[in-house]
Structure formats: C-alpha cells, structure tokens
C-alpha cells in the first residue's frame, strides 16, 4: 500500500496533528476481531485439510468425484459473500451479519461431526452434505464483512500507518490458525482408533466444532468497543437499479452524449452513487481474468494432497500424513508476510520494480503458474511408480507357489522358476475377452510332482492362480491398486493341510493386537484368500492360530500378499511384495508449496488489500464479496475441468493449468495498464475526499489514498 501523502499550511497541519494525538492509538477492538478470525480461521481449515480425504476413505467417492465435491463446497464459500455482502450492506449491518451466521456456521460443524460418528446411526453422506452446506453459508457469509469490518475501526487518515498492517497482520493470524489445524487435525483423525477404524474423522471435526463456538464467543467480548456502522440502505439493488436506468436512457437519449454512460441515471440517482459505481465497475472489471489463480492455488486440498497420498512420508521413525503437507502453506505465510513487508517490497520499491498493488498481483499470477509446472514435473515422476493396471487388449496373471519347494513352470511359450513362497507375474498378457494357456508344474528337484493343465485369463482383468502340493490350487480375481488413503494393503493366502480348519492370523504392533483375519479351509479347498485389509504402516509380530512366527514391515502404498502354510508339523509365512510402496518422497512437494505461497503473498494479501481500499465506502462489503466471487469461479472452473476428464495423465492437467494461467496473467497485466488508482475517505468522520494536490493542501480534513503516480517531495507520511 502507498503512502499517504500530505502537504499545506500549518494550520492544516497542525489541525491533523491534535486530531492525531486523539486517535493515534490501535483500536483496541481489533484484537477481539482478529482473534475470532484466528479462531474460525483454524475451524475451517481444521475441517478443510481432511475433508478430501474424507469423501474418498470414509464417504466411498472416487479421486474425480471427491475433487468435484471438494470444489463445490469451496465454490459454495466463496459465492456465499454476496448475501453475507447483502446482510452487511443493506440490513441488519456487519456486526450482526457476522454474529448470525457464526452460530449456523458452527451448527454445521457440529452435524458433520455427528454424521462422522458411527454410533449415531445417521445417514453420513446426506447429514455431511446437510453440515457443509451450512458451513460454506456460514464461513462465506462472514467472509466480506471481517475484513471491511475491521477496516471500519480505523480513522483514515490519522490511523492508515496502523491500516497498512492490519491486512497483513489479520492474513498472518488467519495463517496462524491454519498452520495450527493442519497439523493437528490431521494428527486427530490418524492418530485416534475410534469406532473400530483406524482413524477418527468424528474426533478430527468435534475440535474444530468447539473452536467455532469459542469464536463466537470471542467476537461478542468486543462488542462494548467495536466501531458499528448503520446499513445505509440496499446498496446491491440500488446499484442495479442505478445501472439499469443509466442504460435504459442512453439507449432513448435522442443523441444526447454524457461524458460516461453512467451518468444517464442522474434524473434519478444522486452523483455520489453514480461516480461510487464506477469505481465499483472500474474494480470489478480487474477481476474478470483473477479466477484461474484460485482455481491452481484452492488444488492445494484436493490433486495436491491426493498427490502426496502417492508418495513415501516417512523420515526416520515418523511419518508424514498427505493431509498434513498443506500445513507448509500457513508456515511459510508466516515467514513470508513479514520478509515481504519489511524487505522485499521496500527494495522492490526503491528500484521502481513490482512496486504498485496491480503490479504484485501480476507477479504472483505468474508465480502460481509456475508452482502448477513444478507439481506437473513432480506428477511425470511420481507416475514412474504407479502400478499397472489391466487395460483392454491385455490380461495381468500372478501366480504364487505356497509351497515349501521351487517350481519349474512353462507357460505357453515361457518357461521360469518361482521359489518356494514366492511369486511371479505378467501384466501385459495379450488377451481378447477369455484366453486359456496350457501350462505345466514340475517341482522334481525336491519332491516327486509334475502337474498340467489350463491358466485361464481375461482381457482388462487381473488373475492370480495359487498352487500348493498336489491337486491343491485356487484362482480368483486379483487387486493391483493401490488403497485411496495411501495405506498398504494386506491380504492372507491361507495352504491348511488340515481338513474343514480355521487359520486366524492376528497382526500385533506394541502388545496390542491391531487386526484380526480369519480364513477357513475346507476338505475340497485347502487354499483360500482373504480380503484385503488396511493396515497402519510399520512392523508388526505376525500370530498364526496362537503362535508368533515371525515380523512383517508394512510401507504406505504397498500392497502384499501374506502366504500362510499350515500342516501338522509346522506353520510357515512369507510376505510377498505384490505392489511396490510409495518410493518418491514428499518433500519433493516442498517447491512447489514454495512457490504458490509466494505466490499467495503478492497475490491474495495485495487483493485483499486492492479489493478495501479501491472500494467506495458505501460498497466495501459488496467489492470484498466481488473479490471473493473470483475464487468461487475458480473452483467453478476446477469442476468443469475434473468432470470433462480431459487427460489421463494428471501431469498434463497440472500443465493445462499452468498454461491457463499464463494466459489470464497476460490479459490481466495488459488491463492494469489502463487502471488509475481511485482516492476514498471516511465519510463517517466528515473527512474529504481528496483527488489533486489542490484539494489536498486546501482541506483540513482531508483523507484518502492518493493515486500511487502521484507523489511529492513535501512530506511523507508512512
């Protein structure tokens, strides 16, 4: 933000420098706002940070259909500020605005909570939508007035020193409360057994929940000190009505020109309102190409953490959880803030380089653009270690050897050995609908058993075929996919030699037995599979009918197959790999948080600030709301992209993005060329308007932000 810039007699001066000893101290009420903030802030983004995660683990939704939802819901947020605007502006005034839709707010934080909680009973999907709903009209109806609310604390100009960091510093506490919930959250949900699951999504929603309702009460602490402006009427249909009647007179003017077509609605509106909406329109149109920002910079919880569930967390004897990466975001906002406000804008501005709000906004447009070219490269890495999956035209088969003994295999034109407890595979089997291959078993090294017969596969399917001692064999319909959590998947392949018995393997990590599967062997089919089970990562004993046989480690993205032999002498197991774990680590992520939360800096903290102080003051709200229209766009736009499916590969979707945004940045910077910067004063405090130095010097209570191409040598006023 420029400075203020001032000059005239003394008397003025002198005038402005006694009002000044009146009002030069921080409003007091600011820290009642800005620890709401701090407090609703980490309930958003507490529930938010999971709630990805949750559409795909615990409500059953696929990547694409998560991500449509996730975005729906974040659309839903940023649209909402238009009736919190309408509230504000129009009716019953911000103070009110933001209290009434707090408490819907938290009551939908308190529904999905109760929806997570399986004890209830209740229909989780309808009742989550139901909480979501609530929460994205209350967390987007407060969201215009917070900001123009805690502006309206400050007397411009006396206290536009302390204005210039109240934007930053309530964008720091705002991260703060995030930095807070990301990691937290997250911790809650993985780190509670709750309900006989391995996380504790209901747990992970009740805290937030609790830190809505102590927002709320934080916020009703300051009343008795808050600065509370009246609603001076319905400012959105005025204005529409306004623009309306400008149009319909240009068009049965007979020829008569006026200097701006809005000035046709002068017969019936007055020039302020008239000359308060062109600075709306001339806003507004800035904001046409802004939506593509948002729609790379909101993916961070949605492909960015489905991207990290992809990827190995672990360093030394911790692991880091997917969810918890979006915590670099908020860490380095609280890092940035500071070195851009202190540093790098104030260097910036003595080489006359990024030095105007337009000019930052560009930049970081730019930069989010980037960041999405850096998560595409990382993608086109991280796809080296995907599995393959069955596709059409080609079949996958497994076959495992559950014997104590390796085996000699020919199958149709290939010949191989599998050692005993072991495995081998083909995934690119040609195959159109069935096929069946001859094949032959000769195990004669250690025992006297030749077998043949017919492997059937299929087209599109994975087949896996077991083979123990004798005629005992069994087949079934394999899964080669990786689990959506990222948590390795576990299946038992249970050999019992004993007739109609039972095989119960207990899985058992610090004394404490974490699962337990059971498979039951008949006469007729001595092999059987379980289904597969998801674990924790980690080592875990593994007991067999009553007896600890051995350790297994279990990695985040693998899928294994543990083979069980049991006879009267013995019990034996091996663990077979079947799907590599994550081998690509996630904190090759970190660049391209990096390079979004720079990004985030010049881009959302300077728009926040633009949107405010470009903004009539009979319109704040209603701008605030404009500006945060741009981001419900965005995740329009992200919706529209997920559901046409355009690529296969998510590299290349990142790549469109980036290409995307590229393009907008462009438009936008060419359209700043021809912005000039308006000048708004605190009309509630009688204070001027001032647009010339003219009217600067001349007035005693004049106040605004001067154009930024405007300076002079005379006194500067920081």
């Known amino acids: 933000m420029e400075s203020i810039v001032l000059a005239g007699s003394s008397t003025t001066g002198e005038a402005i420098e006694e009002k000044g000893k009146k009002k030069e101290n921080y409003p007091k009420s600011i820290f009642f706002i800005v620890t709401n903030e701090c407090c609703e802030r980490f309930s958003y983004h507490g529930m938010r940070v999971i709630l990805a995660l949750y559409f795909r683990n615990k409500l059953g939704y696929n990547d694409d259909i998560s991500t449509i939802i996730y975005h729906v819901f974040t659309m ?5 500020p238009l009736l919190g605007a309408l509230m504000a502006d129009a009716w019953i005034g911000k103070f009110k605005t933001i209290l009434y839709l707090s408490i819907v707010y938290a009551i939908g934080q308190i529904l999905l909570s109760a929806a997570a909680t399986p004890i209830f009973g209740l229909p989780i999907r309808e009742l989550s939508m139901i909480g979501l709903a609530l929460i994205a009209l209350g967390t987007g109806g407060i969201k215009p007035c917070v900001a123009a609310f805690g502006g309206e604390q400050f007397i411009l100009p006396l206290q536009e020193k302390y204005l210039k960091t109240f934007f930053s510093v309530l964008y720091f506490i705002i991260n703060l409360g995030s930095l807070v919930s990301a990691l937290l959250t997250p911790e809650l949900r993985n780190g509670i057994q709750c309900f006989g699951d391995t996380t504790c999504d209901a747990a992970a929603f009740l805290f937030p929940a609790i830190l809505m309702i102590l927002s ?40 008569v020109t006026r200097n701006h077509w809005l000035d046709y609605a002068d017969d019936k509106y007055d020039v302020k309102l008239i000359e308060d909406i062109k600075s709306l329109l001339r806003v507004s149109k800035l ?9 790379l910079y909101d993916q961070q919880g949605s492909r960015w953490t489905f991207q990290a569930t992809r990827m190995d967390g672990e360093i030394g004897g911790y692991f880091i959880k997917p969810d918890q990466m979006q915590v670099i975001n908020p860490l ?20 006359k380089l990024i030095d105007t709000p337009l000019k930052k906004l560009t930049t970081g447009g730019f930069l989010a653009g980037v960041a999405f070219i850096v998560s595409g490269i990382v993608e086109l890495q991280l796809e080296k270690t995907y599995p393959v999956l069955p596709s059409y035209g080609l079949a996958q088969l497994r076959i495992f050897n559950l014997r104590n003994c390796s085996i000699g295999v020919n199958l149709g034109n290939e010949n191989f050995t599998i050692d005993s407890y072991d495995m081998w595979q083909n995934t690119s089997i040609q195959a159109t609908g069935y096929e069946s291959i001859d094949y032959t078993i000769d195990s004669s090294k250690c025992r006297n058993d030749k077998r043949k017969g017919k492997i059937n596969v299929q087209e599109n399917t994975a087949i896996s075929y077991v083979f123990g001692d004798g005629d005992a064999t069994h087949s079934f319909k394999d899964r080669v996919d990786k689990t959506k959590g990222g948590y390795p998947a576990l299946r038992i392949l249970s050999y019992n030699t004993l007739n109609d018995s039972k095989t119960i393997v207990k899985l058992i990590k610090n004394s404490v037995i974490e699962h337990t599967i059971e498979v039951t062997n008949t006469k007729s089919q001595l092999i059987q599979h379980s289904e597969f089970i998801e674990p924790n990562r980690g080592i875990y004993d593994v007991e067999v009918n009553g007896k600890t046989v051995n350790s297994i480690s279990l990695r985040f993205g693998g899928v294994y197959t543990l083979q069980v032999y049991t006879s009267e002498k013995s ?35 300077t728009g926040l600030e633009f949107a405010f102080t470009q903004a009539p003051n009979s319109m704040k709200s209603l701008v605030q709301a404009g500006w945060l229209l741009t981001m419900a766009t965005g995740n329009l736009i992200i919706i529209i992209i997920a559901k046409a499916k355009i690529f296969d590969s998510q590299a290349n979707e990142f790549f469109l993005f980036a290409g995307l945004m590229f393009i907008n940045m462009i438009i936008f910077s060419i359209m700043t060329l021809y912005y000039k910067y308006i000048v708004v004063g605190d009309e509630d405090d009688n204070e001027a308007n001032c647009h010339t130095l003219d009217e600067i010097t001349s007035k005693e209570n004049c106040s605004g932000f001067v154009n930024p191409s405007f300076t002079d040598k005379s006194d500067n006023i920081d």
């Open 76 to 80: 839903l947020v940023a649209f909402f």
């Open 216 to 255: 709320i009460v934080v916020f009703i602490m300051g009343k008795s000190m808050y600065k509370i402006k009246q609603p001076k009427g319905n400012v959105m249909f005025d204005t529409a009505r306004c623009i309306y009647n400008a149009v319909y007179n240009k068009v049965s003017s007979n020829g």
């Open 287 to 295: 904001f046409l190409p802004l939506p593509i920002f948002w729609a």
């Open 332 to 351: 380095l906002i609280l890092a940035f803030i500071p070195i851009f406000q202190t540093c790098i804008y104030p260097l910036l501005a003595k080489v």
């Open 571 to 605: 019990i034996e197991t091996s663990l077979v790999t079947v799907i590599e774990p994550n081998s690509l680590h996630i904190l090759w992520l970190i660049p391209q948080y990096i390079v979004i939360t720079i990004a985030e800096v010049m881009f959302a903290v």
